[in-house]
C-alpha cells in the first residue's frame, strides 16, 4: 500500500480529515491542547438530549446558590460550541473551561449541547440540533417527573442563547425560527441571543476575509465541508442576508447581542449583521474588542478583554432579564 501525502485529503485543525475517496478520520483528541482546570464552586453532568443521534448536552450550576435563590432561581444560558460546523465538542477542554467561568461569573445553569457535525452531517443538521436542545429543555419544564437536578435551580422563564462561531451562527438561526417571545416554547422563555463572533458566510468574501487570507483558506474549507450539496455560501442558514434569503425585516427578534475581536477575520460580516438588524429597528447591541482574535475569550478565560466580555454579558442578561 502506497503512502499517503498531505495532498490526498483536507485538514481541519488537525483534528478531522477528508480524504479524496471520502474516507473520513477523526481525532479522539481535541483541537486545543489545554488542560481541564477543575472548578470545585460548579457542578456538572452529561444528559442525552436526542436518542436518535446519540447527542448529549453538558450541564452546569454553581455549587453554592446566592442567598436569595430561594425565591429567584437561576437563570438558563446555552453556551453552543464552535468549530466551523466541523469539529468541537461540549466535552473539549476549552469548551469545559469556559462554561466554568460561564456558571460562576454569571450565576446561571449552562447547557452546552453538542450537534452533528459536518461533513457526515451537513447543514441543516447542526440548525436542527440546536432547536432539539431547545425542546429537550421544553421537555423538561413540562415533565411530570423532570430531572430536579437542573429544575429545581433553573428558571424556565429567563433563557439566554449563546454561540460561540459556528454556534453563534445557530444561535441566530433559532432566534429567527422561534421568533421574539419564543411562544412555541412555552413555559420556556428566551429573553436575549449572545453572538459571540458568529460564523457567516457570503459568496462575496469582505473585506477582513480578504486580508486574513490564510485563515481564510481554513474558513472556506469549512464552508466546503459543511454547506448542504450542491448549494453555495449564500445559503439562508449561511448569509442572512444573501439572494434567496428570508427578509428579516418583518420577524419579531428578541434582543441580540453581537460580539466579535478587532482581529477576527469574522469581524466584517458581525459588524455587518449588527448594523443592517439596527436599521430594520431590532434590539442589537453590537461590541468590538480591539485587538482580539477570534475566540479570545474562550483562548485565555481569565485575561483581561475575556473579563470585560464576561462584564458585558452579565449586563445584557441584567438589562433583559424582567
Known sequence: MSETTPTDFEDCRGVLRVYKDGTIWRSSQPSFNVPITPNAAVEWKDSVFDPTNNLQLRLYKPTSLPTTAATTKLPIFYYIHGGGFCIGSRTWPNCQNYCFKLATELQAVVIAPDYRLAPEDRLPAAIEDGYTA????????????????????????????????????????????????????????????????????????????????????????????????????????????GPSSKDLEPVALDPVLVVVGGSDLLKDRAKVYAEKLTEMGKKIEYVEFEGQQHGFFTIDPEAEPAKKLMGVIKRFIAENSS
Open 134 to 241: 431547545l425542546k429537550w429543555l421544553q421537555g423538561q419544564a413540562l415533565a411530570e417527573e423532570p430531572d430536579t437536578w437542573l429544575t429545581d435551580v433553573a428558571d424556565f422563564g429567563n433563557v439566554f442563547i449563546s454561540g460561540d462561531s459556528a454556534g453563534g451562527n445557530i444561535a441566530h438561526n433559532l432566534a429567527v425560527r422561534v421568533g421574539a417571545g419564543s411562544v412555541e416554547l412555552g413555559p420556556v422563555v428566551v429573553k436575549g441571543y449572545v453572538l459571540l463572533a458568529p460564523f457567516f458566510g457570503g459568496t462575496v468574501l469582505c473585506e477582513s476575509e480578504v486580508k486574513l487570507t490564510a485563515n481564510c483558506v481554513v474558513l472556506i474549507r469549512f464552508w466546503r465541508l459543511s454547506v448542504p450539496v450542491g448549494d453555495t455560501t449564500d445559503h439562508p442558514l449561511i448569509n442572512p442576508f
